[in-house]
């Protein structure tokens, strides 16, 4: 049972540039989640997708958006990149249980993103 | 406001001191509460959780943390701290639906 996987590993990008990062959920999983990981901190919650939208956000500029497939899988697009926005980008899936409760987020290994 | 507070930027212990770090949080509710670990350049892997239940909970690697409510608190402890244990520790909390995460504690062990 493959776990979270997540592409590329390492990205490198100048600024102004755009990128987006895959994820792919937990087999069985419907929902997941993105972290963005500065160097010498603690992740901190971008957003989360759930049935291909949106559902919650983090204190994050629109410039980070995202989307999820039918399939579950999901990408994070950054627009207009900053030198800040070099860090390690975690991929969590979860199953929807319950609404209202915390399902438990299963983490990949992440990308690590580069801006010069 | 919810947070989640790990006090210890930096630890060092000697191989085969016992370790405690620690963590405490904010939170309206009993939130679902764990310990990841964080080698340089890695992604996270879950030591272990608190859901419900047992306030002692057993982990990989021989950690253990113990959820006291009176305390808002869910610190992590070892016995025996070995080489290998050297990385950052990061608890964090789940409410509705999303983790909130300390800033870490990074662990160096002496030999």
């Known amino acids: 049972d493959a776990g979270v996987t997540q592409s590329p590993t390492h990205l490198i990008k100048t600024r102004g540039q755009q990128v987006t990062l895959r994820c792919s959920p937990k087999?069985?999983?419907?929902?997941v989640s993105w972290y963005q990981q500065a160097l010498g901190q603690g992740p901190q919650f971008i957003f989360q997708y759930y049935e291909e939208e949106e559902r919650q956000r983090g204190n994050f500029p629109d410039r980070f958006s995202g989307h999820q497939f039918p399939n579950y899988s999901s990408e994070l697009n950054v627009n207009a990149l900053l030198l800040g926005d070099s860090a390690l980008y975690l991929c969590?899936?979860?199953?929807?249980?319950?609404?209202?409760?915390?399902?438990?987020?299963?983490f990949g290994p992440g990308t690590r993103l580069t801006v010069l | 406001a919810q947070s989640v507070t790990q006090p210890d930027i930096h630890i060092t212990v000697s191989e085969g001191a016992s370790l405690e770090l620690r963590c405490n949080y904010s939170?309206?509710?009993?939130?679902?509460l764990f310990w990841y670990v964080q080698s340089p350049g890695q992604g996270l892997q879950l030591l272990l959780k608190y859901f419900s239940g047992d306030t002692l909970v057993q982990g990989i690697k021989g950690f253990e943390a113990e959820f006291k409510r009176s305390q808002s608190s869910f610190n992590l402890r070892k016995p025996s701290v070995h080489w290998s244990d050297a990385a950052e520790y990061f608890c964090a909390v789940g409410y509705n639906n999303d983790m909130r995460f300390g800033a870490g504690t990074r662990l160096t062990v002496k030999p």
């Open positions: 969590a899936s979860s199953l929807e249980r319950l609404a209202g409760i915390f399902n438990e987020q299963f």
């Open positions: 939170y309206g509710a009993t939130p679902y």
């Open positions: 087999s069985g999983h419907d929902t």
